[in-house]
């Protein structure tokens, strides 16, 4: 977890470059990728003179016209796009007259052949409505007479017919009109249009304002593009695919001062991006990036009040969701396989229901502003009748989940919650190292050091006959080497016992009465859960 000896391997960036062109190709509409208004294979199309229509294509064997009405959404720029080929004889090609209500806008001499056909276009203007669009053949020649037989007739076949709009028509999805801000006919041509977009898009995206040299490399990557023959909303989305595999949008870089140089407070940007990122899981919003720029959100009063702010936003969700579930490790829990010839109770269902108890308890203290002290011990919690039944409650009915008043003192706090007991504990039986390990990590912040090298495992099994966990553990800490750490570990994982590997209430282990007593360093004594967690409180 040192950011400095990592490294993003060739395959990883390339899905990252795979992703951000998937994304802005569905965030931008081109003119690459838009529809035509017309698209007709020519036996579709209308005709005058000697035009013959196939289902495929219309041959033109002699001077004619084939056409079709093509309603106009706006006045504008419009490309004609007629795919064709000749029957070559005589001493030229082919001669095509595209036509707009008759008028000519453009000609074509056609060189293409049977075996691969090709698109001549035109660029016109035309009006809103609906208007008439052809291509006529207009140099007939034929010689049946003429000794070689590929000399001797002169036809035009017209394979389809595309009307392509030069501009974006009617109304743009959300995500083009929020980065698409300025445009060519706005704002003084492509290139500063291009500039204005980049500097807002990667400003967001990077979370702190654009170097000057860093967007004078998009708006080259935009003018490369340009170049290449793409329109300005596909060079757009080149330059911003550029951003999206940018370290700094990818990672939130905190620059490191230099040897020797104090430690340096965040500024307006980094924090705002810490802030964001841990109580939403997301970027900053208007308002954080608002107080970021004028310097400050620095500032403890204007901080505390942001905090207040976006814990009250329905995007704090994702605190509860993402932040207490780590913290909490409850993540593990999908993982969890308690042995289920020895705990036959546990299946989805109550493992689904252990992970929500927990996410609502913490989203209440969070919420409410409760203290966080209940996160140690609680007189209530949040269940439904599947996982009420598994810890003995009664008077819950249903699957929904309600807040639940908790009048024995075997539960309480996320300590006693079934998500966390399961998580701490083996498939086949508790585990007061791993419980009292958690406790340590968790909530004191105390993480005992790594166990020694070569030390041999609790005995398990047939070899652990005729003991009881608890005298396992005893010899197992009679090694020097493991009595230090576990003389702390041990003593807060057994005061838990009551609970078995999957959280349920026991007063046995097998045959076995439960010892949860124990005695903290310091010489400060409990007996069971309900003390050791006052004793947790107290401090």
Known sequence: ?????????????????????????????????????????????????????????????????????????????????????????????????????????????????????????????????PQRVSA????????????????????????????????????????????????????????????????????????RPVRPEELERLVHL???????????????????????????????????????????????????????YFLWSSMPDDELFALAQDGSLTRPDTLAAQVRRMLADPRSQALVENFSTQWLTIRRLEQASPDRSQFPSFDEELRQAMYRETVLFFGHVVENDRSVLELLDADYTFLNERLARHYGIEGVTGAEFRRVSLADRRRGGVLTHASVLTVT???????????????????????????????????????????????????????????VCHAKLDPLGFGFENYDAVGAWRETDGDTPVDASGTLPGGRSFSGADELRRLLRAE
Not at 168 to 195: C, K, N, T, V, Y
Not at 223 to 245: K, M, N, P
């Open 425 to 483: 504990s083996n498939p086949t039986r508790t585990s007061p190292v791993k419980r009292g390990k958690w406790i340590l990590e968790q909530l004191l912040g105390t993480p005992p050091p790594p166990p020694p090298a070569a030390v041999e495992p609790l005995a398990e099994g047939p070899t652990a006959e005729g003991t009881t966990l608890r005298q396992r553990m005893e010899q197992h800490r009679a090694n020097p080497n493991c009595a």
């Open 1 to 129: 977890n040192i950011g400095d000896v990592l490294s993003l391997p060739p395959l990883l960036l390339e899905k990252y470059l795979a992703a951000a062109e998937e994304v802005m190709q569905r965030a931008i509409t081109t003119q690459e990728t838009l529809q035509p208004l017309v698209d007709l294979p020519g036996g579709r199309l209308e005709r005058s003179g000697g035009v013959r229509r196939q289902r495929a294509f219309a041959g033109m064997y002699s001077n004619g016209e084939v056409w079709t009405e093509v309603v106009f959404p706006t006045d504008g720029e419009y490309r004609l796009r007629i795919v064709a080929y000749g029957d070559q004889a005589g001493s030229e090609p082919p001669h095509m007259s595209i036509r707009l209500n008759g008028e000519e806008v453009g000609t074509a001499d056609v060189t293409a052949l049977a075996d691969d056909p090709q698109p001549y276009e035109v660029r016109l203007h035309a009006s809103a409505g």
């Open 222 to 276: 935009f003018e490369q593009a340009r170049a290449a023959g793409d329109s300005f909303e596909r060079a757009i989305q080149v330059a911003c695919t550029a951003v999206l595999c940018s370290p700094h949008f990818l990672f939130l870089v905190e620059q490191e001062p230099q040897p020797g140089q104090p430690a340096r407070a965040l500024n307006g940007y980094e924090l705002a991006s810490r802030l964001s």
């Open 136 to 207: 006529a053949f207009t140099n007939d020649y034929y010689r049946p007479e003429d000794p070689h037989p590929n000399n001797r007739d002169r036809n035009l076949i017209i394979v389809r017919l595309e009307v392509f709009p030069l501009a974006l028509l009617g109304e743009l999805p959300a995500a083009h009109r929020a980065i698409m801000i300025a445009s060519p006919q706005a704002d003084g041509g492509p290139a500063p249009a291009a500039r204005k977009i980049l500097d807002r898009f990667a400003s967001r995206a990077y979370r």
